[in-house]
């Protein structure tokens, strides 16, 4: 009867194993095909304005950004020299006093809420072509980011807020 049990108990448990091994490469592939959506927010890509929405691609050996599916960087991965990121917070005022205008308890409360802005930024030197630009990414993908660049860098993400600048 006890071999019974523990034949079932491993026969459990490899099922799991496999139904967790095919799911998550599948749910992976599914990411990076599409790519994160972000916000560039600026640096050195020459060809891009700030504020243009995009895509990153992270693959095993390179980091892509596309714009309507055209390359504007690729950067391989082993050249990348520094990971970063970020929060902006702010209040929000102005759609506190638009809410003022309508119900002035509604407005006092929506200015004491606050909203955050995700930012990471990437620099690399390839070379003699050295680069960096920073993009906003959506709170839900921030993580998943900054873990996808850490795993195919090699690199420690710094939190910029923790940095100490001196003059």
Not at 58 to 72: A, C, M, R, T, W
């Amino acid at each position: 009867m006890r071999s019974k049990r523990e034949f079932v108990k491993k026969l459990a448990a490899s099922l799991l194993c496999l139904a967790i091994g095919i799911t998550v490469p599948l749910s992976a592939m599914a990411r990076s095909n599409d790519g994160y959506k972000v916000t560039y927010d600026g640096g050195s890509v020459s060809d891009a304005k700030s504020g243009t929405d995009m895509h990153l691609i992270i693959e095993s050996s390179q980091i892509q950004l596309v714009k309507d599916k055209s390359d504007v960087v690729t950067i391989p991965a082993s050249s990348v020299t520094e990971i970063s990121y970020g929060q902006d917070v702010h209040r929000r005022i102005g759609a506190a006093i638009g809410l003022a205008t309508v119900s002035f308890g509604v407005g006092a409360l929506m200015a004491l809420t606050k909203s955050k802005k995700h930012f990471i930024g990437i620099t690399w030197a390839d070379g003699s072509t050295k680069g960096g630009f920073a993009m906003q990414c959506d709170k839900s993908d921030y993580r998943g980011i900054l873990a996808g660049l850490e795993g195919v860098t090699g690199k420690t993400a710094v939190d910029s807020e923790a940095m100490t600048v001196k003059n």
